[in-house]
C-alpha cells in the first residue's frame, strides 16, 4: 500500500502502544495495591488507577489499533486513499487523539477518577466528558472517512459484491456508529450541562440505559476487528481459501442487528427496569450468541480443511498439521482458545438469574479479561507482528518471531492466573470496583484468598508475569517501527495475509445496507422505545426528568 495510506497506519499504532504502555503499567499498580503491597503517594488513589487502566487500554488501545488495521486493510483490499480520504482520516485522527490527549489528562490529574463507565452520580471534571466526545466525534470522521473509500470502489464496480475485509469493516463501523448514538446523547444532553452547573440533576437510571445501549455493542466493537482476522488472515496464514465467503458475512450482519438492543442485561439488577424489558433483551442476547458459533464453526472447518490438505489423516490428525512455529497463527489460535471459556462466561451473565449471583462481582473482571484481554487483545497482538514490519517495511526476524511466542506465552499464562482467581473469587462473593485489598480484614473475605488460585501470591504472580510480557511486546513494536533492519530481499518483505474469499454464492442482499440498518433501528425500538420513556415520565415530579442525589 502508498507510503500516505503507511503513515496514517503507522500513527495510529503509534497512539495505540502509548495508551498500552501507560494502561498496563496502571494494572501492575493495580495488583499490588489489591495485595496491600504498595502504598500510593496523597496524589494517586486507586480509582484514579483503574480509571487510567480501563480506559486507555479498552478504548484508547483498541480504537487507535482498530482504526490502524482498517487503514491497511482498506487501502490493501479497496486500493489507495485518495487526497481527500487521507485528509478526513487525518482530520478524524487529530480530533480523537485531542480528545485522547484531554481525557488522559483529566484522569491523571485526578479530576476524572470515574472508571470507564463513569457511572452518574459519580462527577468527573466536564473537560473530561468534552475529551470523550471529542474521542468519538474523530472515531466517527475517521469511520466515514473510511466508508467513504469503499463507496467509491462500489460505484466504480457496479453489481460486485466488495472484497470481504472491507465489508466486515463498514460493518464494524456501522454498528460502531448506531452505538455511539447512546453515549454521545447523554454526554451531550445529561453529563456535560451538569457537570458544567447549567443544571442541578440528573437521571441516573437514563444515562446508565443510554450507557449501556453502547457499552455492549462497544465490545463488539472490539471483538469484530479480531473475528476480521480470525476469518481472512488465518485462512491465508493455513494456506486455503475462506470458508464460506456468506457465512463470514452472514456472521457480521446478525451483529448488526443483535448487538445493539441487549444493554439492559448489563443492568438486571436495577430497580428502575421492568422485567418484561430485562427479559425481551435477555432473549435477544441469546440471539447475539449466534454469529459466534457460526465464527467457531468456520474456524474449526478452516483447520480441519488446511490439516488435511497438509496430509493430516484419521478425526483429529489434521491438528497437528497446523503452522504451530507460525507465532502469527499460534497468537491467534490461543487467542481463540481463551474465547471458549470467555464466551461461556458470558452466557452466565446474560442468563437472568444467574446474573444475580456474578454481577458486581470480580467474576466480572475475570469475563472482561477472557474476551477483551485476551481474545481479542492477542489478536491485536498477532496482526502487529506482521502489521507493524508490513507498514514500515523492516524485516521480522526468526529471534522477533521467538520473543513474540515468549510474550504471547506469557500473556496467556498471566491472564490463565489471573482471570481464573478473578472468576472464583467472584463466585465467593468478592465485589468488584472497590480498593479494599482484603474487604477491611472481615473474616469471611479472607478465608476467599486461602486457595492456591485465589491466593494474593498468585495474583501479583499473575499480574507481573502480564506487565512483562507486555514490556516485551512494546520492545517488539519499538524495534518494526524503527530499529530492525530494512527489508531488502523479496523474501525478507512482510505481507498483509489476506485470504481469498469465494463471491460466486454468496446471496447480494447480505450486503443492502439500508435493509440492514433499518432491521437494526427496528429491533432497537422495539427494545429501548417504551423503557427509556417510562424513565423519563417516571422521573420524581418537578425533576424535569432528572433526578437528584
Ligand atoms: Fe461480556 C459484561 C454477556 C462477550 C466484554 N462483558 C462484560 C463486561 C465487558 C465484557 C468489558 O449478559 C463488563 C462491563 C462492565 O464493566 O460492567 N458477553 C456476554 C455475552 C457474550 C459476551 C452473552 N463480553 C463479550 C465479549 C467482550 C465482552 C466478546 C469483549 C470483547 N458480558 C455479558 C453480560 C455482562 C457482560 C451479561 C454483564 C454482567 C454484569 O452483570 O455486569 C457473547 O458474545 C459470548 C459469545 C461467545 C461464544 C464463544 C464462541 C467461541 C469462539 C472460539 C472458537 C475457538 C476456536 C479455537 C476455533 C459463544 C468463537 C479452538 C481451540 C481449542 C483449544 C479447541
Known amino acids: 500500500i502508498p507510503v500516505a495510506d503507511r503513515k496514517l497506519a503507522l500513527w495510529n499504532i503509534g497512539v495505540a502502544y502509548t495508551a498500552f504502555l501507560i494502561g498496563t503499567l496502571a494494572g501492575l499498580l493495580q495488583v499490588f495495591i489489591r495485595n496491600d503491597k504498595l502504598e500510593l503517594p496523597a496524589w494517586l488513589d486507586y480509582y484514579q488507577i483503574l480509571t487510567a487502566h480501563g480506559v486507555l487500554l479498552a478504548l484508547i488501545f483498541t480504537t487507535f489499533f482498530i482504526f490502524a488495521f482498517f487503514v491497511t486493510g482498506f487501502s490493501k483490499s479497496l486500493g489507495a486513499f485518495g487526497p481527500k480520504v487521507l485528509l478526513w482520516n487525518w482530520i478524524g485522527f487529530a480530533v480523537m487523539f485531542g480528545g485522547t490527549v484531554l481525557a488522559t489528562v483529566m484522569i491523571v490529574s485526578g479530576k476524572a477518577s470515574v472508571l470507564y463507565t463513569f457511572y452518574a452520580p459519580l462527577m468527573a471534571s466536564p473537560w473530561y466528558y468534552v475529551g470523550l466526545a471529542l474521542f468519538v466525534v474523530g472515531s466517527w470522521i475517521m469511520g466515514f472517512a473510511l466508508v467513504g473509500h469503499y463507496w467509491r470502489w462500489r460505484k466504480e464496480h457496479p453489481g460486485e459484491l466488495s472484497p470481504l475485509f472491507a465489508f466486515m469493516g463498514v460493518s464494524t463501523i456501522v454498528l460502531w456508529v448506531i452505538a455511539c448514538l447512546g453515549v454521545v446523547a447523554t454526554v451531550l444532553f445529561q453529563y456535560i450541562p451538569w457537570a458544567f452547573g447549567w443544571v442541578d440533576t440528573i437521571n441516573v437510571e437514563l444515562s446508565r440505559s443510554l450507557f449501556w445501549y453502547f457499552g455492549h455493542p462497544l465490545v463488539y466493537f472490539w471483538l469484530l476487528p479480531a473475528y476480521m482476522a480470525w476469518y481472512v488472515v488465518v485462512p491465508k496464514l493455513l494456506g486455503v481459501k475462506v470458508f464460506s465467503d456468506s457465512l463470514a458475512r452472514l456472521a457480521f450482519v446478525l451483529f448488526i442487528l443483535f448487538s445493539i438492543p441487549v444493554g439492559f442485561h448489563h443492568q438486571l439488577t436495577e430497580p428502575g427496569i ?48 497446523l503452522p504451530w512455529r507460525d507465532v502469527r497463527f499460534t497468537s491467534i489460535f490461543v487467542a481463540m482458545a481463551f474465547f471458549i471459556p470467555g464466551g461461556a462466561g458470558g452466557i452466565i451473565n446474560a442468563s437472568f438469574q444467574l446474573n444475580e449471583i456474578v454481577h458486581n462481582t470480580l467474576w466480572i473482571v475475570g469475563h472482561f479479561h477472557i474476551t477483551v484481554g485476551t481474545p481479542v487483545a492477542m489478536t491485536f497482538m498477532g496482526v502487529t507482528f506482521w502489521m507493524v514490519p508490513y507498514l514500515t517495511g523492516r524485516k521480522f526476524s526468526k529471534t522477533m518471531a521467538r520473543l513474540g511466542f515468549i510474550q504471547i506465552g506469557t500473556w496467556a499464562v498471566g491472564m490463565l492466573l489471573m482471570s481464573t482467581s478473578q472468576h472464583i473469587l467472584g463466585l465467593l462473593g468478592a465485589p468488584r470496583r472497590t480498593a479494599y485489598a482484603g474487604y477491611n480484614n472481615h473474616p469471611s473475605a479472607l478465608e476467599w484468598f486461602d486457595g492456591l488460585l485465589t491466593n494474593h501470591v498468585t495474583m501479583a504472580v499473575g499480574g507481573s508475569i502480564l506487565f512483562l510480557s507486555a514490556m516485551l511486546l512494546i520492545y517488539i513494536v519499538i524495534m518494526s517501527m524503527f530499529l530492525s533492519p530494512k527489508a531488502v530481499e523479496a523474501h525478507e518483505f512482510v505481507e498483509f495475509p489476506m485470504a481469498d474469499s469465494d463471491k460466486e ?30 424513565m423519563i415520565q417516571h422521573a420524581p415530579p418537578g425533576s424535569k426528568g432528572f433526578i437528584t442525589w
Open 274 to 321: 421492568s422485567n418484561f424489558w430485562k427479559f425481551l433483551q435477555v432473549v435477544l442476547t441469546f440471539m447475539v450468541i449466534i454469529p459466534s458459533l457460526l465464527t467457531a464453526f468456520s474456524m474449526f472447518a478452516t483447520f480441519e480443511r488446511s490439516g488435511r490438505k497438509n496430509g493430516g489423516k484419521g478425526l483429529f490428525g489434521w491438528f497437528t498439521k
Open 505 to 534: 454464492a454468496t446471496p447480494a442482499f447480505l450486503e443492502n445496507w439500508v435493509l440492514w440498518i433499518g432491521v437494526a433501528f427496528m429491533l432497537i425500538i422495539i427494545a429501548y422505545a417504551i423503557p427509556l420513556a417510562q
